[in-house]
């Protein structure tokens, strides 16, 4: 069981450039989010998605786009690169949020991303 | 909206010493709360969570926090840590219902270094 698996690891973009992040879950999650985490600024929400075909602005969603055309999939995208966007990105996903049963997030292991 | 306050961005602790890092939060609604481990160069794994019933919660590496309504905290305790439990702790806090039922909110991290 893979859980949630992102592609690629590391990159290195020219300011831009663009690229599109994947990130593939097979727990049949309902839920995925991207976050990108930047030092002393925790984790902060892009775009999230609650079911396939659909998506929504986390909070600072400005410079990227996202897809979910397959129910595992989520994919994140960077039309023109920003040395603004150097970051780390995360992939989550869960389970539709429920009564006690709250919403637990499974992440990836993570994009390194550096524009130039 | 729901925001977090970790105390301490860096804490330095002797190995078999105990520590606490500390969170706060602020919310106009009941949250669940959570605290996210991440290890170097890795993604986040939840390390506990509390979404109902006994406000002491406990992981199986020996950490627990208690949630605290009147003072709205989650402290995160260990009374005796390892070289391994060196790494990055985030505490978030997410709606029981409503608009923002699936948008965690982060603080910005505690960095607890582990000194031989």
């Known amino acids: 069981n893979a859980g949630v698996t992102q592609t690629p690891k590391f990159r290195v973009l020219k300011t831009g450039q663009s690229m599109t992040l994947l990130c593939a879950q097979d727990?049949?999650?309902?839920?995925m989010y991207w976050y990108r985490q930047d030092p002393g600024m925790g984790l902060r929400l892009i775009h999230y998605s609650v079911g396939e075909g659909t998506t929504a602005k986390g909070e600072v969603p400005d410079g990227y786009n996202v897809s979910r055309l397959k129910k595992q999939n989520f994919l994140l995208g960077l039309e023109s690169a920003a040395p603004s966007q150097t970051s780390v990105y995360f992939c989550?996903?869960?389970?539709?949020?429920?009564?006690?049963?709250?919403?637990?997030?499974?992440f990836g292991a993570g994009t390194r991303l550096s524009v130039l | 909206a729901q925001s977090v306050t970790q105390l301490d961005s860096q804490v330095p602790v002797f190995e078999e010493a105990p520590v606490e890092l500390r969170c706060n939060y602020s919310?106009?609604?009941?949250?669940?709360l959570f605290w996210y481990v991440q290890y170097p160069n890795q993604g986040l794994q939840l390390l506990l969570k509390?979404?109902?019933?006994?406000?002491l919660v406990e992981s199986i590496n020996g950490f627990e926090a208690e949630f605290n309504k009147s003072q709205t905290s989650f402290h995160l305790r260990k009374p005796s840590v390892h070289i391994s439990d060196t790494a990055e702790y985030f505490c978030a806090v997410i709606p029981y219902s409503g608009a923002g039922s699936y948008q965690l909110t982060f603080g910005k991290g505690t960095k607890l270094s582990v000194i031989p």
């Open positions: 727990m049949n999650h309902e839920y």
């Open positions: 509390y979404l109902s019933g006994s406000t």
């Open positions: 919310s106009s609604v009941s949250v669940y």
């Open positions: 989550a996903s869960s389970y539709t949020p429920g009564p006690h049963r709250g919403n637990i997030q499974y």
